[in-house]
């Protein structure tokens, strides 16, 4: 079926000028048929019962919500600082040609078992982290390059 076609509202009370209709209040009354609706509910308007407001929490949510995120520190990272990535400087002296290349092969540096201790506990609680987030696993272990042209400030992640 087709939609019907809305007609304008037309009023009882045409209107003389702007704001003032033709017929007074009263008139109006008699002619919307006011004093029936009162004759029949005894000499007053019929009153509906308040409708129930559904109950309101007691603590209503902010209006604004912070921009960022509140931090959580994922683990104790207290003793990370500058001087525990700093390289160890060994004293310089000087070598002779043989002592030279001997040096280069026992030169091999060896991070100490409490440096790879850090690691592992740094690295339980990154990834607890990332397996929580779906396919974020994947993402950080994709290969991430620019061709020619593109613009980085352009990208769109």
């Known amino acids: 079926m087709a939609p019907k076609a809305k007609t304008a509202r037309v009023s009882r009370n045409p209107e003389l000028i702007r704001g003032i209709g033709k017929y007074s209040r009263s008139t109006m009354y008699h002619k919307r048929g006011l004093w029936a609706i009162k ?33 959580k520190p994922l683990l104790n990272v207290d003793k990370f600082d500058d001087k525990y990535f700093s390289k160890e400087s060994a004293k310089k002296t000087k070598k002779g040609e043989g002592e030279f290349f001997e040096a280069d092969k ?12 850090d ?31 593109v613009k980085p400030h352009e990208l769109l992640f």
């Not at 009153?47 to 007691?58: F, G, M, S």
């Not at 026992?106 to 201790?117: I, R, S, T």
């Not at 506990?121 to 042209?149: H, M, N, Q, W």
């Open 106 to 117: 026992e030169d091999k540096k060896v991070l100490p078992q409490e440096k790879k201790d």
């Open 39 to 71: 004759a029949k509910h005894g000499g007053a308007f019929p009153r509906h019962d308040p409708v129930a407001k559904p109950e309101t929490p007691a603590e209503k949510p902010p209006k604004f919500y912070p921009a960022d995120d509140v931090k």
């Open 119 to 149: 690691q592992k506990t740094v690295d339980a609680g990154l990834l607890k982290a990332i397996e929580s987030v779906p396919d974020l696993k994947t993402y950080l272990g994709a290969r991430f390059s620019l061709k020619a042209g």
